[in-house]
């Protein structure tokens, strides 16, 4: 097992920049070794995800933010990041990370994130 937890979050104007954190806990999984992802889920609508990144640090990302976040990880550290740039009110969310002990390839299927972190807010003012 593995325990998330997010931070970064915070409320800026459109067009400003944020850069979320997720610190995972010891685990008997190496961290380097599994696939990890940020999800975000605004009032009202479906978790959605946003970007994940596999082992070899292969990313991929939600047709809506490419090109303005990037996720990365610092397997030395256990730290996921989210660096999102060019915030737009409608990215709005809270936002999770999570992972996927058991695949160095993250699944098309949210359903197989079996560890979640807290979530940490981010607001977007136009």
């Known amino acids: 097992q593995v325990q998330l937890l997010e931070s970064g979050g915070g409320s800026v104007q459109a067009g400003g920049s944020l850069r979320l954190s997720c610190a ?15 999800f975000r889920e605004a ?7 946003v970007a994940t990144i596999d082992s ?3 990313a991929r990302y939600t047709e809506s933010v490419k090109g303005r976040f990037t ?12 660096q999102m740039n060019n915030l737009k009110p409608e990215d ?22 079996a560890f979640w972190g807290q979530g940490t807010q981010v607001t977007v003012s136009s």
């Open 24 to 38: 995972a806990s010891e685990s008997s999984y190496t961290y380097g070794t599994y696939c990890m992802g940020w």
């Open 43 to 49: 009032l009202g609508t479906e978790r959605e995800r």
């Open 56 to 58: 070899d640090g292969s």
């Open 71 to 82: 996720i990365s990880r610092d397997n030395a550290k256990n730290l996921l990041y989210l």
């Open 92 to 113: 709005a969310a809270m936002y999770y990370c999570a992972a996927d002990l058991w695949r160095e390839i993250c699944p098309d299927v949210t359903g197989l994130f």
